[in-house]
Nanobody
């Protein structure tokens, strides 16, 4: 599975972005998906995850209520809608595919990783 993240960019605080993660093959039958981010000088952290069917999601506390993860299995694409962005959200955002149909915040659950897309939030 190859993953390609896109949709990052520069946005003002309070603004919104939608990230996309396109998979090279259909993942609807097997793989949960997740988004992680890494800010400059910080460790990678979990952002959100969604199960294979798209009816179960989980979020980091720092983004809960502001970010929404979703997926379109017909298009082999996972999305991350980000609202009410603040400068602390500035990071490289990467998508990942888990080995199984369910996943959580542990990066070790994910087998395939995309290259990341940069999100910069200005104050």
């Amino acid at each position: 599975v190859q993953l390609q993240a896109s949709g990052g960019g520069l946005v003002q605080a309070g603004g919104s972005l939608r990230l996309s993660c396109a998979a090279s093959k259909r993942t609807s039958s097997n793989n949960a998906m997740g988004w992680f981010r890494q800010a400059p000088g910080k460790e990678r952290e979990f952002v959100a995850a969604i199960n294979w069917r798209g009816d179960t999601t989980s979020y980091a506390e720092s983004v809960k209520g502001r970010f929404t993860i979703s997926r379109d299995n017909a298009m082999s694409t996972v999305y991350l809608r980000m609202d009410s962005l603040n400068p602390e959200d500035t990071a490289i955002y990467s998508c990942a595919a888990a080995l199984g149909p369910y996943s959580g915040s542990n990066a070790n659950q994910y087998r395939y990783w995309g290259q990341g897309t940069l999100v910069t939030v200005s104050s």
